[in-house]
């Protein structure tokens, strides 16, 4: 694969581009917000560290004019041979900075297969092949007080809204749960992010090691009452727990958006390896402009997680059949 592709524009989503970039569809009806132009570049290790839990910060730099990502949007990360591996590996971002020399993209990642295992050996200034950025982000502009919902490692992508949050002056809460404490990764990021907006952390753990005994659910069911509305919820976590979360903002009315996972192949629509059950109503929805649905997408009754997603509406998925 040479790291010398043009950039390209994968096809646009149908609908009216507002000037804060999210669509809204002649029904009035906000949806996601379409990718950025994305290409294929090589990028060099600027550091990896530990964040505990057998899990790793990695900082890598890409050229100028590698476009910057928005938080939701994820790469597909290719070592360079010799590899273990044949596929890349896709890797949600953590976070962005710009220097003289060009972006410097943050991921948090467990090493737990060939791939991510290959990755974490890397030493600084070794190289890395990255294509993107992908897929569609948190829609970050939808009116309310941000509520990110963070499962495990799913914290990675809220880190990186939360930062641009903080950057924004804009106050957000925060909730984290995981199995236990110290699977609270990464929670020092967390903290400080939050301390720049003055934000509030809520904890919860499976075994009561740390914050609430329960979930981030019964978190929701705890504060919720207490929230400054409007509120707008962006999680990222296992799919069981985005269900439940999906299911919680439907039941209380309040607008969800779910980082979705899955193995991918190209992670640009062209393998049709990651699809996703939509809900009846997005079927019904897509099954009128069936002859409009760009071909790097889904169907009407299966959505595309690497360019329809992985940031989801809770009513777009059938949460039944979510695996």
Request: one cysteine or more.
């Amino acid at each position: 694969m040479s790291p010398r592709l043009a950039a390209r524009r994968l096809p646009a989503a149908h609908g009216r581009a507002s000037s804060r970039g999210v669509l809204a569809e002649t029904d009035g009806r906000t949806v996601l917000p379409p990718q950025a132009a994305w290409r294929q570049a090589m990028a060099s290790v600027v550091l990896q560290r530990d964040v505990g839990a057998g899990h790793r910060w990695l900082d890598l730099e890409l050229p100028r004019g590698f476009a910057l990502p928005v938080p939701g949007q994820f790469v597909q990360l290719l070592l360079d041979t010799p590899s273990p591996v044949f596929l890349p590996r896709p890797m949600s971002v953590a976070g962005t900075r710009v220097t003289p020399r060009g972006p410097v993209l943050g991921f948090l990642y467990e090493p737990v297969g060939l791939g991510t295992l290959a990755l974490a050996g890397l030493a600084a200034g070794e190289r890395v092949d990255v294509l993107g950025p992908l897929g569609r982000g948190f829609p970050l502009d939808v009116p309310g007080t941000p509520v990110l919902v963070a499962g495990g490692r799913g914290v990675a992508p809220l880190l990186f809204a939360a930062g641009m949050f903080a950057k924004e002056g804009r106050r957000c809460e925060f909730l984290f749960g995981a199995r236990d404490a110290r699977h609270l990764v990464a929670l020092p990021e967390a903290r400080e992010r939050l301390d720049r907006m003055d934000g509030r952390l809520h904890l919860a753990t499976d075994d009561g090691s740390r914050g609430l005994r329960g979930t981030v659910v019964d978190l929701l069911d705890r504060i919720g009452p207490d929230l400054p509305s409007p509120h707008v919820i962006h999680a990222c976590g296992p799919h069981a727990m985005l269900a439940a979360v999906a299911r919680w903002g439907m039941r209380h009315g309040v607008p969800s958006y779910l980082a979705m996972e899955s193995i991918m192949a190209c992670g640009t629509g062209v393998c049709r390896g990651c699809p996703l059950p939509r809900s009846e109503s997005a079927r019904a929805r897509l099954a009128r402009r069936r002859d409009r649905i760009p071909s790097l997408y889904g169907s009407p009754e299966f959505a595309m997680c690497c360019t329809d997603g992985p940031v989801f509406a809770a009513e777009d998925l059938d949460w039944s059949h979510v695996e």
